[in-house]
């Protein structure tokens, strides 16, 4: 039976190089999950081309709005072995979704959240599996009372820093209760690419896309994607996080990200 693999933001510098890695595996089928038709339309004919894998297609997916991500969930038809949360903005200037919701916090956090939750059915069921959260080492500032940054002076730095932690932190809270149903849940930092990403952040990373997608792409192929979870990982090797470590924090944020479910 194939393995099944979904990766958002997949049309993104580093996004598009995971899915085209996972593409490279033996028996995979890529589905990437993207908001923009045609540089998905486009990312799914070069990928097929490169790897002469013919099972790679796109399913369109707004991840900063709860709605949208449930329309792909309704639709979504068999089993899920791999979901990769990778999809990432960082405006300069605060916005919100139609819903709101700072744009960022619904983005990079979460979307990453309704995503879990949305094919945690399908993750179960077709366990094991594996659920791999795209964070970063530049990581920090989170304020439980200011997700959104009503109270803060938006920075965008500031705001990613705390979205990056965020997703280390939710890494723990879905592992825990993952975990019995043979689902293990990773976080793990890329690398600096240069990307729209890195460039809105006002660094332009040195590092291959190609490059950066290997921890991803590790977590989600190599046994220790399976064996391990809540953990957090840089160039293949686990790091100790002191975000996740911090259990009362770690599920006041997971009750705050329920909340907008
Ligand atoms: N680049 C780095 O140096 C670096 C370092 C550490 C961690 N990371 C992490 O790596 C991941 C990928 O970053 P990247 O550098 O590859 O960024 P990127 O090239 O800017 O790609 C971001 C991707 O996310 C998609 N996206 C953004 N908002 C979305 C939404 N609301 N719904 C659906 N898709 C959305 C974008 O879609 P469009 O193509 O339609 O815009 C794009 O495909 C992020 O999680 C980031 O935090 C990156």
């Not at 894998?53 to 997916?61: F, K």
């Not at 916005?95 to 960022?104: D, K, S, Y």
């Not at 730095?157 to 993952?178: D, E, H, I, P, W």
């Not at 957090?232 to 009362?248: L, P």
């Amino acid at each position: 039976m194939n393995r099944i693999a979904l990766v958002t933001g997949a049309t993104g510098a580093i996004g598009r190089a995971i899915a085209q890695q996972l593409a490279e595996q033996e028996a995979t089928e890529v589905v990437l999950a993207c908001r923009n038709k045609e540089k998905a339309q486009q990312a799914v004919a070069e990928i097929q081309r490169a790897t002469g894998n013919p099972h790679v297609r796109y399913e369109l997916v707004e991840v900063a709005h709860r709605a949208s991500v449930q329309a792909l969930v309704d639709r979504w038809r068999g089993p899920l072995h791999v979901l990769i949360n990778n999809a990432a903005a960082s405006p300069r200037q605060r916005q919100e979704t139609l819903e709101g919701i700072e744009l960022q916090f619904a983005t990079n956090v979460l979307g990453y959240v309704w995503m879990i939750l949305g094919f945690s059915v399908s993750l179960k069921q077709s366990a094991p599996a594996r659920v791999i959260n795209v964070a970063s080492y530049w990581a920090g500032d989170l304020d439980l009372a200011d997700l959104e940054f009503k109270r803060r002076r938006y920075d965008n730095g500031t705001a990613y820093r705390q979205s990056k932690q965020a997703n280390r932190m939710l890494t723990v809270a879905f592992a825990a209760r993952l975990e019995p149903y043979g689902v293990t849940v990773n976080a793990c930092h890329p690398g600096d690419v240069n990307s729209r990403l890195s460039n809105d952040l006002g660094f332009h990373g040195q590092t291959q896309p190609e490059v950066g997608a290997r921890t991803p792409v590790w977590l989600a192929t190599e046994p220790v994607g399976q064996r391990e979870t809540g953990k957090y990982f840089e160039n293949q090797r686990e790091v100790r996080c002191r975000f996740g470590a911090d259990t009362a924090a770690v599920e006041a944020l997971y009750e705050a990200c329920l909340a907008y479910a």
